[in-house]
């Protein structure tokens, strides 16, 4: 995408405000910024959906940590002792395989001269069963990845919301702007029209003074709707992860058509299955299933196999092996009724998180009715919008001429003024309340 580089040469109008909305582009040709590409660069460059994609991520490798309690666990050490203490001498001589006859004597083993032991050992355990914990884990990390699979889509659609609400701001911002202008070119001539007929003495100075208060006005109105615009133009790139001062030429928007009108029941079918909020919730309680597995499996046996080597000697360089090998089971008795305690917490957990699944199935189906009523009350406001725009203009054509034949006052025609300016701007909220609308019936049904 290109970027609009700031000139001191004038912008021309690339586009007319009953076209779609006009908006300023230097005099050098400049691919316009589509809402798609706002869409793009927002699920692409947006701080939340990089932080998203690491989440996801992030899931993915506790899967593997899941995964390592299939595998064996080994360790590997290297220690030094030194002393006298009997015991300590005793088993290191033994262990070094330096034990001799003289090592008998009551003497040395009483009083025992003091021994360096350099050991090194290598040990490994395999769990054999656990009672099913370590599978209960791995799906619960896989269940994991799916809910940050599922947090992703949902951070999308809020950035494709985001960026949508965003460019039409932009394009409402661009066209008000464009329309002040207008607005303040007619009141300048309504101010040339209206001093011409004072010097011929057919109006007094104060519808002369009238105008020039209306005109002043515009260009306040002018400058509140350049400043929107320069807001507007930041807020988009925010959303997009571009540098806040960054300007693009954006395309504008054409006349919207209402769609054809779907069942409410289908709509809501669609929702159901698609919305990530739902898929959430649904995992959820599969995730919860998970934890009573794992907790259950604490009061299941315990099997596991281990083996171990190890060297001993007087010095580094010099040792002695000696390896074993042993299997076991380990069975929990009695813990203080925690296992209990646990179990019966995520029972708990998953009869609420049950709850909380109905009710964001609920609320999907409330927010789909609300997203078509706003839609389609947003279609009837843009379709009111372009009558009234035109019914505005040719009002305002006729208090003209009627005012320079002196058959109306100064006070109708800057009505007259007002009133087109107001449905412009009207045209211009409904088209882009029709776009965020659309965008937000979209993320209703998890598109």
């Given at each position: ?296 499996a604490s009061y299941m046996p315990q099997v596991f196999a ?142």
């Amino acid at each position: 995408m290109l970027l609009m580089i700031r000139t001191s040469t004038p912008p021309v109008i690339v586009a007319g405000l009953l076209g779609g909305l006009l908006v300023v582009a230097p005099v050098f040709a400049q691919a316009p910024l589509t809402l798609q590409d706002a869409i793009a660069k927002a699920t692409a460059g947006n701080a939340d959906a990089r932080i998203a994609a690491l989440a996801e991520k992030e899931a993915g490798h506790r899967v593997d940590q899941a995964r390592a309690g299939y595998l064996p666990r080994v360790d590997a050490s290297e220690t030094w002792q030194r002393g006298n203490q009997p015991v300590f001498v005793f088993g290191s001589l033994l262990a070094q395989r330096r034990f001799t006859e003289a090592d008998f004597a009551l003497d040395a083993l009483n009083r025992p001269d003091a021994l360096d032991n350099f050991r090194v050992a290598v040990g490994a355990e395999q769990s054999i069963y656990d009672g099913g914990a370590t599978r209960a884990r791995v799906r619960a990390a896989r269940l994991g990845v799916a809910l940050a699979a599922s947090g992703t889509v949902g951070v999308r659609q809020a950035l494709a919301v985001a960026a949508t609400q965003a460019y039409g701001d932009v394009l409402q911002a661009e066209a008000s702007r464009q329309a002040a202008d207008a607005a303040l070119e007619a009141a300048a001539a309504d101010l040339r029209r209206t001093s011409d007929r004072r010097d011929a003495g057919l109006v007094t100075d104060a519808d002369v003074l009238a105008v020039e208060v209306h005109r002043a006005t515009v260009e306040e109105a002018r400058l509140r709707a350049s400043l929107a615009s320069d807001l507007a133009r930041a807020e988009l790139n925010r959303v997009m992860g571009e540098p806040l001062d960054t300007v693009f030429v954006l395309a504008p928007l054409a006349p919207s058509e209402a769609p054809a009108r779907q069942a409410l029941a289908a709509l809501e079918a669609e929702a159901l299955a698609q919305r990530p909020e739902l898929q959430q919730a649904r995992l959820a309680v599969d995730l919860a299933g998970t934890q009573v597995a794992e907790a259950k499996a604490s009061y299941m046996p315990q099997v596991f196999a281990q083996a171990g080597w190890e060297g001993n000697g007087g010095v580094w360089h010099d040792r002695a092996g000696s390896w074993g090998v042993a299997a076991g089971v380990r069975i929990n008795i009695f813990r203080g009724f925690a296992d209990k305690a646990r179990i019966a917490e995520v029972s708990e957990a998953t009869r609420r998180r049950a709850l909380e699944r109905e009710r964001a199935e609920t609320a999907v189906r409330l927010d789909v009715r609300s997203a078509v009523a706003r839609l389609e009350s947003a279609h009837a406001r843009d379709a009111l919008a372009r009558s009234v725009v035109t019914q505005a203009a040719e009002r305002q054509r006729i208090v003209r001429d009627r005012y320079e034949q002196g058959l109306t006052d100064v006070t109708a025609l800057l009505r007259a003024a007002e009133a087109v300016v107001q449905a412009q701007e009207q045209q211009i909220r409904a088209r882009v309340d029709v776009l965020v609308h659309a965008a937000s019936l979209d993320r209703a049904l998890g598109r």
